[in-house]
């Protein structure tokens, strides 16, 4: 059951948004429908969110129907894109009768030939910290360790910091 009032995406306070901007290791915020409202420096890097027009800053979009994302991730893709969709599952499922979560299922379904196989089988994950392996462009081989924070001024928003490893 939808939540009565709708969906409207979510904006990023300016505190919140200063501190992202602030950090050295590549971090970002997301909102419930896993849109993409605010990142650093570091993170345009890697995903070069500012080069995407804002309807398509959203992870799933980007990791799903992108095909420099899909190249950024390489072998590792298949297994990213499928616990991307299981996480996203639960987060879906509050606003199912959402138009905005509708409108974002159908991109998803006409931008990826595997998302309906994924979403159909109804898996759920749980967002959990984890490891990411990318073959950027310009930067070669990078290997990260994730991790994912809620805000206490709007527990819909969530930071995602990105630390490099070796």
């Known amino acids: 059951m939808p939540i009565a009032a709708g969906f409207t995406r979510e904006s990023v306070p300016d505190a919140i948004r ?16 896993w849109d993409v409202l605010a990142w650093n420096a570091a993170a345009e890097e890697i995903f070069a969110f500012s080069r995407l027009p804002e309807e398509d800053r959203n992870t799933l979009i980007c990791v799903l129907t992108n095909p420099d994302t899909r190249r950024l991730f390489g072998a590792t893709w298949a297994d990213e894109a499928k616990r991307m969709v299981a996480q996203f599952r639960a987060t ?23 998302f309906a196989n994924w979403w159909e089988a109804h898996d759920i994950g749980s967002v959990t910290a984890g490891r990411k392996r990318l073959s950027h462009p310009k930067k070669g081989s990078l290997r990260f360790e994730y991790a994912t924070f809620q805000a206490n001024d709007d527990p819909a928003l969530k930071l995602v910091i990105y630390t490099p490893v070796s």
Do not use: S
């Open 18 to 33: 200063r501190t992202v901007e602030n950090l050295n290791q590549p971090a970002y915020i997301t909102g419930r429908r």
């Open 92 to 114: 879906h499922d509050l606003w199912a009768g959402d138009p905005a979560f509708i409108e974002l299922l159908q991109r998803l379904r006409a931008g990826c030939p595997e």
